[in-house]
């Protein structure tokens, strides 16, 4: 509803914009004709009137983002909203419930399992938004280790499948090639890594079947590929996922609450880290993979501090 809301406003800004242009080219056409003899106001005229087309053109990008930039924060805010409400409002039914009827043992279980998983959600939100406004401030005081990615992604993938109760071959993992290093931050690198399976998780409504492969890209990368057979990204879009707040303009995508920082993280820890990730796809409903590009470490090194 706010998006289209917002759109005549970027409709209005882009033909306020060809307007001015417009008029400035008139009174440049016209400054040339009734000016072309002499020397003087030509020379001054032109560059005036082609900075002044210039600084329109400018002025109308920069309002259009603006307004672009704005729709996302909404969205944003809509979606952490929400994604906090909807535990609290739960926990709080459940402690209502538990505060007001006598209830068995069994039941009481029931419930606590439940607040628990409602409870971790809320901080997994909190964590995902404290993590996005605290991206690339801590990075010239970390202290960067060894990090074996085999052993870090297994255990990201075995996490995965206890947190949203998966089927043990739902996710199958393959690492080839060894010594699997790399020099950076462990907690970082599983933020990373956590976000894109849970990405591939929230977006499989019918059921994840997600193939995880970690391997060298010659003697100086480690790629970490994360394919699904998922809702897909149209090619559009496989670039703009990354940006902060952004949220795929899909009715299955929005449908699927979240708060568009996932794979932006995803990127800022892997540029942090000297690397980056892409989004492949081929169309809505096909699929996406998701490869993280990480330098690769090939000697054991001793801790040393981000330079």
Known sequence: MRITRRRPAIIFFIALGVCLVGVAIALNIGWIILNWRRDWPMLVGIPFFLLLIAGVVLNTIFLVREVRRNERHDSFLNAVTHELKTPITSIRLYLETLQRRVLSEEQRQHFYSIMLADSERLLATVEQVL??????????????????MAELVRHCVETT????????????FTASGSPLLVRGNPDELQTAVMNILNNSVKYSPHGLRARVRLAPEGDAWIVLSVSDEGIGIAPAHLKRIFKRFYRVPARQV??????????F???????????????ESAGEGRGTTIRLLLPRLLEHASPSPLE
């Open 161 to 172: 499948l206890l947190q949203h109760h998966l089927a043990a071959d739902t996710i199958s």
């Open 265 to 279: 993280l995803v990127r800022s820890i892997a540029r942090q880290h000297g690397g980056d990730v892409t989004a």
């Open 131 to 148: 993590k996005a406004g605290e991206v690339g401030q801590r990075a010239r005081n970390q202290v960067r280790v060894e990090v074996d």
């Open 254 to 263: 929005l449908r699927t609450k979240g708060t568009g920082l996932g794979l």
